[in-house]
Structures are given as structure tokens and as C-alpha cells.
């Protein structure tokens, strides 16, 4: 097949399955070039006793790596420890799976002191992201 034209089109509201053609795109691509297949999302949550979500972990496990993309607490339950034990939950299940890092970025606003807390080292920053902040890079070794 030859492609004669293509064009940019944005497109907010796009189905979540093209969105995910595109990271399955490049999910083959990585997989080419390292070797490396076996990627587990990481889903943590803590649950009051209705079922109710209060806070979580999310991530996803690739490379020997884990990455933590987010990480929330509602309110009321903050400074009780259970962002640790979220943390201390998907490290250990990274271990299992075979990894030997984590990392992840916090904001200024946010809690990098809590992960520096936790053994992580800060490794960059990037100013004004957002506006009037600065986003920092952490990493560690599990």
C-alpha cells in the first residue's frame, strides 16, 4: 500500500481505543528494539470499609523498572502513613516481578520531600511545569 497524504488531526474526545493503538504502536517498537515484553500495570488502591476509594497507587512495571505515575491520599487520611505503605506495597511487588529501580516525578507543590524520605534521589527538574513551579524527577534503586 502506498500512502499518498497524510495529515494532523487533534482530536480531544478521540475513543480511548485509538489512543491505545498509538501506545500499542509504540509499545512493539520498544519491544523490538530491547527485548524486553513483559509489562504489568501496577493498581493500588486503599479502600475504607464501604468499598470506597480514599487513595491510591498507579504504575506500571517495564524494563526492570518501575514507574509510578501518580500517587493520592484523600485528605483526611494524610500524614497517617499510608502513602508509604503504598509506596513500600508496589515496590515490593516490583521486586517480584524483577525489578531492580523506580522512579517517578512529583511537583514542588507536591510531596518530593516524602519521596526523598522513601530513598528516592532527585535526578532533574524542570522549570515552570507548571507555571510557577518546578516538576522534580526522582529514581531509586529497589
Request: hydrophobic share 40%.
Amino acid at each position: 500500500m502506498v500512502i499518498k497524504e497524510v495529515r494532523i488531526s487533534s482530536e480531544p474526545m478521540a475513543p480511548e481505543s485509538d489512543a491505545q493503538f498509538v501506545r500499542d504502536g509504540l509499545n512493539l517498537y520498544n519491544v523490538g528494539r530491547t527485548g524486553y515484553s513483559e509489562w504489568r500495570p501496577v493498581k493500588l488502591f486503599l479502600r475504607d470499609e464501604t468499598g470506597l476509594i480514599r487513595g491510591g497507587l498507579l504504575g506500571d512495571a517495564w524494563g526492570g523498572w518501575l514507574h509510578v505515575t501518580f500517587l493520592w491520599i484523600e485528605q483526611s487520611l494524610r500524614g497517617k502513613g499510608y502513602g508509604r505503605l503504598l509506596m513500600e506495597a508496589a515496590e515490593a511487588e516490583a521486586r517480584d516481578w524483577g525489578c531492580r529501580y523506580a522512579h517517578l516525578d512529583s511537583h514542588s507543590f507536591q510531596a518530593p520531600e516524602f519521596y526523598a524520605r522513601l530513598g528516592y534521589e532527585e535526578f532533574g527538574r524542570l522549570r515552570d511545569s507548571p507555571l510557577g513551579y518546578e516538576q522534580v524527577f526522582m529514581w531509586k534503586r529497589l
